[in-house]
């Protein structure tokens, strides 16, 4: 068994990080407090390949493997988590599943735009009243002719007010369940589509997260994604792969939350010694750093399954689990480990644990993991 990176993957992990220290890192808090969008990192994001990571360069992405893009995630999450899911975003939930499920003229349409970072991209699933349950949606397509109609709401859309396409889902009849779900590459340059303003958040807060009204939107006849009927099918597995990014961003923030952690037990005495040297701060950090690694080989096997045939729900669904709960934990005991101060702003564990909040949430909260993992189960528990 080797986990070593290869010259690619390393190669990554460096370039990425030093464009994070040098280019992300500075403007992270400030971003913070006043929620503003950092378009230009975008840009050159853009530039770099992050945007199309997986993206075949046959469509102008940068065609590398799926570590390689959890390894540029995770490093973008130590420094700013919420440039890490702007770009987790358009790389799995936009380009993914077109790349994935998308015709020729479709993949030649749109993956260039998206990968070149000239356009940001989303993915509306998620709706004021089906979150979890999301076969439940009620955003509804007709056609009209020479184009498709949507009318609906979605809500809590990443990107939101700053992307162009989205990736999104609505049913020709909810009577139907999931069976009536189809999926569209949607264009939100359009008088049919209206975002509100941003949601004022705990965490993230330069990432956009709005609410979108879908008032007659057009979408072209060639944008639907995949066949009719089959767009739940393709927003579960677009979810089992993108599940493995919000693994990769909890690894990053919590990564980031031990360094601090590490930096200030080493600094900072208390009866007469660094306190790293008190046994209790010495056993806090060892644990934070034990579980950050079995995150990480969690998600480093749910890649290796991820590269089989057939699903890999069960594998993703533990690594995003395992991954954002550990990350949880990891960000409370950096706060305990840097006693008062660790509440304050001046100390970057608290954005951490604001940041970190929301891992356990989005792309299917923990207990929407748990019943996946537990269906994999029941299958088991069959053939015993
Ligand atoms: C910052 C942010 C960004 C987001 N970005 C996007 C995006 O870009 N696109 C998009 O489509 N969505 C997005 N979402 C939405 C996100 O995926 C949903 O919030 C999430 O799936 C949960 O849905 P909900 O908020 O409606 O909660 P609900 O589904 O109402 O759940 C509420 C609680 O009930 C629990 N629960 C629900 N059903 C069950 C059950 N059967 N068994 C046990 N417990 C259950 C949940 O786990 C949760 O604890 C985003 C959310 C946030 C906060």
């Not at 010259?7 to 992270?28: I, Y």
């Not at 003229?105 to 989303?122: D, H, M, R």
């Not at 006693?339 to 909040?357: K, L, T």
């Amino acid at each position: 068994m080797d986990f070593a990176l290869d010259e690619q993957q390393q190669m990554v992990a460096e370039m990425v990080r030093s464009f994070a220290e040098e280019r992300v890192r500075p403007g992270a808090a400030e971003r913070d407090r006043t929620g503003e969008f950092p378009h230009e990192i975008f840009a050159e994001m853009g530039e770099l390949g992050l945007l199309g990571m997986m993206v075949p360069e046959t469509y102008g992405g940068a065609g590398m493997d799926l570590l390689s893009y959890l390894i540029a995630v995770e490093e973008l999450a130590r420094v700013d988590a919420a440039v890490a899911v702007g770009m987790t975003v358009t790389n799995s939930v936009c380009c993914w599943p077109i790349m994935t499920f998308g015709s020729e003229e479709q993949k030649t349409e749109f993956l260039p735009q998206l990968a070149s970072g000239q356009i940001v991209g989303g993915f509306m699933l998620t709706e004021p009243n089906a979150g979890s349950d999301a076969a439940s949606l009620t955003t509804r397509y007709r056609n009209e002719g020479d184009h498709w109609r949507l009318d609906g709401a979605k809500a809590w859309i990443t990107n939101g007010e700053v992307g162009r396409f989205f990736i999104c889902l609505a049913t020709k009849d909810p009577a139907l369940g999931p069976k009536g779900i189809s999926c569209f590459i949607l264009d939100a340059r359009q008088d049919g589509v209206v975002f509100d303003p941003p949601e004022a958040k705990m965490g993230l807060r330069s990432s956009k997260t709005c609410m979108v009204t879908l008032d007659g939107a057009r979408v072209p006849k060639t944008a639907m994604l995949g066949d009719e009927g089959k767009g739940f099918a393709i927003a579960l597995a677009t979810l089992d792969h993108s599940r493995l990014g919000i693994a990769a961003q909890s690894v990053g923030i919590a990564t980031a939350a031990l360094e601090e952690s590490l930096r200030y037990a080493r600094d900072r005495k208390q009866f007469g010694k660094p306190i790293m040297e008190h046994q209790a701060i010495a056993f806090q950090l060892a644990d934070m750093d034990t579980e950050i690694d079995a995150a990480r080989g969690l998600m480093q096997r749910a890649v290796w399954a991820a590269g089989q045939p057939g699903r890999h729900s069960r594998e993703s669904a533990a690594a995003k689990l395992y991954a954002s709960e550990m990350c949880n934990r990891v960000v409370g005991q950096a706060i305990q480990i840097h006693g008062g101060y660790g509440f304050s702003s001046e100390y970057p564990v608290e954005r951490f644990f604001r940041d970190a909040r929301v891992v356990t949430i989005y792309e299917g909260t923990s207990e929407v993991q748990r019943l996946v993992i537990a269906r994999a189960l029941a299958e088991r528990a069959k053939a015993l």
